[in-house]
């Protein structure tokens, strides 16, 4: 049932079940209490009226006492009587009652002395609320009626967190993961209703982000592929005409620009066909558990003796134990190896002090490198991982395919874990990304 109808009817239903339990609850309960409470109290009323016939009759004939009985006995039971002759017409006295009520109850008894009627007497009995409990029954069936509402509102409220909250949730959670490089088991759901069909459509959403994705990488291998046959025959060609002896001075700058720019080319369309190798190798990849700590010192120390020859500095510091992480050890040296140069390539200084730290937290190893170049605007940080785009050239040389952070995240992603960009304390550019920890069994 799809949930415009459902939830109506849920409404409808809940109304429903309200109407029948206050209904049979007010019968056979309050009702019920209320007669019960008032058949008690006729009884005792007949049973005190017997007991005052009976006294004005043994009173007979002295009216006097008869009338101080009766005014004292109005007086506790606020009643109103008239003392009648034995032809009910003619009063003999009256004592009117003290407090009346909404209304009234009048009944007639004869008084008997010696087997014969000497009188008559009209009891008017106010009726009054507090004597059969009506404000309790009210109040009691106003607080049944409240928790009878509160808990029939807590199980739909609990209903609704089955049938649409949760759901919504899990799709949230979905979309934080929605991860292109490493498909997870399709989203799906039984359902027929409106979250059923948001589950399919975004399931058919991540199925074509990951075939436009395919499409993409598909795309970049074979433009890269038609591009470098025509490139090599231009740098064979450039590489032969440099070589004759016959050019102007002017005509071999010419080439040796032409050369040059072939060169970037060719380092671009490499960059793209490694990109693409790397994403078809990450489909089936197979990880190995590794001790993180040797692997980070073996990396410290090449890249060390690199960054030096260089005129950086590097800077190390690292908080590891006997953490072990499941990884392929090349593609993570080839992460440690992009981050490293992307920061030295758009560095923007001659000399820079990179400092590389390594940690562990809440069950993952995390590690952070950070620059003391030029960095990058807060604006553009979550841009720097996506595919083909390029830093700004006022922090460097603006060179560079755009796939250098992409290639890492995608990589980070394959095993199970997170990167993101910074800006530095130390006024550059930081990269940090984390890998979950695999504990010994």
């Known amino acids: 049932m799809k949930l415009e109808w459902k939830i109506p009817f849920l409404f409808f239903l809940l109304a429903f079940v309200l109407f029948f339990i206050s209904v049979f609850y007010l019968r056979v309960e309050v009702i019920e209490r209320i007669w019960e409470r ?34 004292r006995r109005a007086g506790r039971e606020q009643l109103s009587l008239t003392l009648f002759k034995a032809d009910g017409v003619t009063p003999l006295l009256r004592v009117p009652s003290a407090q009346d ?18 009188y008559f007497i009209q009891v008017i009995r106010p009726f009054r609320e507090e004597e059969i409990g009506l404000k309790e029954a009210l ?12 808990g029939l509102i807590l199980l739909l409220a609990l209903y609704f967190n089955t049938l649409i909250t949760r759901p919504l949730a899990r799709l949230n959670q979905r979309l ?43 795309m970049v291998a074979a433009i890269t592929h038609d591009l470098k046959t025509p490139l090599t025959s231009i740098r064979g060609f450039l590489e032969l005409l440099l070589t004759r002896h016959d050019m102007s001075a002017e005509e ?129 940080l979550p841009e720097l991982f996506q595919r083909f785009y390029t830093v700004d050239p006022s922090r460097g040389s603006g060179k560079g395919s755009g796939l250098g952070l992409a290639t890492c995240r995608s990589i980070i992603q394959r095993h199970g874990g997170e990167i993101s960009a910074f800006s530095s304390s130390r006024g550059g550019l930081g990269i940090t990304f984390s890998l979950p920890v695999v504990h010994p069994s």
């Open 38 to 71: 008032v058949s008690d109290r006729q009884q005792a009323h007949r049973e005190s009226e017997a007991q005052m016939t009976d006294q004005v009759a043994s009173l007979h004939p002295d009216m006097e006492r008869i009338h101080s009985y009766l005014q």
């Open 101 to 118: 009520g909404k209304t009234s109850e009048e009944r007639w008894f004869p008084v008997r002395s010696q087997g014969k009627t000497v």
């Open 139 to 150: 109040t009691d069936t106003f607080g049944f009626l409240m928790m009878l509402l509160s």
């Open 176 to 218: 934080d993961q929605v991860n292109l490089e490493n498909p997870m088991t399709p989203l799906t759901s039984e359902r027929r209703d409106e979250i059923g069909d948001l589950y399919r459509r975004f399931g058919e959403m991540e199925e074509r982000l990951h075939h436009a994705h395919r499409e993409q990488v598909d």
């Open 252 to 380: 071999k700058e010419y080439l040796q620009l032409i050369r040059k720019k072939a060169d970037q080319m060719n380092q671009l369309l490499n960059s793209f066909s490694g990109y693409t190798q790397n994403e078809m190798l990450l489909k089936d990849v197979e990880l190995s558990l590794i001790p993180v700590a040797p692997l980070f010192r073996s990396a410290v120390e090449e890249y060390e003796a690199e960054l030096s020859g260089l005129g950086h500095r590097l800077v190390c510091r690292h908080h590891l134990g006997q953490e072990q992480v499941r990884i392929h050890e090349g593609m993570l040296r080839r992460v440690f190896a992009n981050i490293v140069s992307n920061s030295v390539r758009h560095g923007g200084r001659a000399r820079l002090t990179l400092t590389w730290t390594a940690f562990y937290e809440e069950g993952r190893v995390c590690f952070r490198l950070e620059d003391d170049g030029k960095g990058v605007p807060k604006e553009n």
